[in-house]
């Protein structure tokens, strides 16, 4: 496992920190427009990460998409959103970035009800209670049927696997969160394992894959173990987010690396048995002391535990 951690698209100190703590990979962003170059443009890519690769790190991973509402939605102007996800695959394949983590959730991205729920020694959580979005007001486009949502994948992904298959670009396809349909109007249907596999095999191709996050689907009720293996085996499985959380997918908190409910040894285990080499990175862990929570999910002290607590059980399990 190729321990990673995200980190944007300019130094910071977390670039430090992550050499400090003997982290050599990277995941990153787009970078912003400069002098004309769009994000996905081939010089600006190059630009990024050449700024990794004289601080001492490798990109193996983008995780940030160009728009891509229309694609969602089928919308007029989708074929134009198409085109710069293509462009953004073909300048990853010319620069040797081996994987792009891509979601399918229309409207909005992520979501949680509370950003600032306590946990453990009164640390900051993000967490979801779908009893409050119930009577929330459905977004600008929506309803959003199920269907809708299967047919515009299928019609993107019939786009955009060709151009990764000839750019050599694995396409990691990220689940759902929170993995629960529909949240204002806005159906979800990358909500389990089986779901993530009937996407894939939508438009079959050894690049195009998934984005194991741990904890959405423990959320969903999915087995982690069970789940490693089942993609492993297809070689499917191409970037883990090593999360856990607490909870039910109706309602859910985030928690510690070491305080939720998945067996994260096991899961360690069953990495090290499938023999999987890919990236990893630790993800959306507790705002701690000293912390404003500005960025939930995305601060400091957190991911120094978490990287402490991963590396601890890599070393016990590849021992």
């Known amino acids: ?53 004289n601080f001492g790190l490798k990109v193996e991973v983008i995780e940030a998409r160009p728009p891509a509402n229309k694609i969602k939605l089928g ?75 299967w047919e515009n994948l299928e019609y993107y992904l019939k786009a955009i696997v060709p151009v990764a298959e000839k750019a050599k670009v694995k396409l990691a396809l990220h689940p759902d969160d929170p993995p629960i349909s529909p949240i204002r109007g806005v159906s979800r249907i990358l909500t389990s394992a089986d779901a993530l596999q009937r996407a894939i095999d939508l438009v079959p191709s050894e690049y195009s894959g998934i984005t194991l996050c741990q904890g959405t689907l423990a959320t969903a009720g999915d087995d982690i173990p069970a789940t490693i293996r089942r993609f492993a085996q297809q070689n499917k499985l191409f970037f883990v987010h090593f999360r856990d959380v607490r909870g039910t997918a109706e309602k859910f908190e985030e928690t510690f690396h070491d305080d939720g409910k998945t067996d994260m040894f096991e899961a360690m285990r069953t990495y090290a048995e499938v023999g999987f080499d890919g990236p990893a990175r630790p993800d959306h862990v507790p705002t ?32």
């Not at 102007?77 to 620069?95: C, F, K, Y």
């Not at 978490?306 to 059980?313: F, S, T």
Request: charge should be negative; charged fraction near 20%; glycine fraction near 8%.
């Open 1 to 53: 496992m190729k321990l990673a951690e995200m980190l944007g698209t300019h130094e910071t100190r977390l670039w430090t920190l992550c050499k400090q703590m003997g982290i050599n990979c990277a995941v990153a962003g787009l970078p912003r427009e400069v002098n004309g170059h769009k994000p996905w443009d081939y010089v600006n890519l190059l630009h990024m990460k050449q700024r990794f690769e």
């Open 75 to 149: 919308l007029p102007g989708r074929d134009e959103e198409i085109a710069t996800v293509q462009a953004l695959i073909r300048n990853m394949g010319e620069l040797g970035i081996p994987v792009w983590c891509y979601d399918f959730m229309a409207e909005f991205n992520w979501f949680r009800t509370s950003t600032s729920t306590r946990t453990r020694g009164g640390a900051l959580v993000s967490s979801y209670d779908h009893a409050l979005m119930k009577n929330a007001p459905y977004t600008e486009n929506a309803p959003i049927s199920e269907e809708q949502l």
């Open 288 to 319: 701690m002391v000293g912390e404003n929570n500005d960025n939930p999910g995305y601060e400091s002290l957190g991911r120094l535990f978490a990287v402490g607590y991963i590396k601890g059980l890599m070393e016990a399990t590849y021992r």
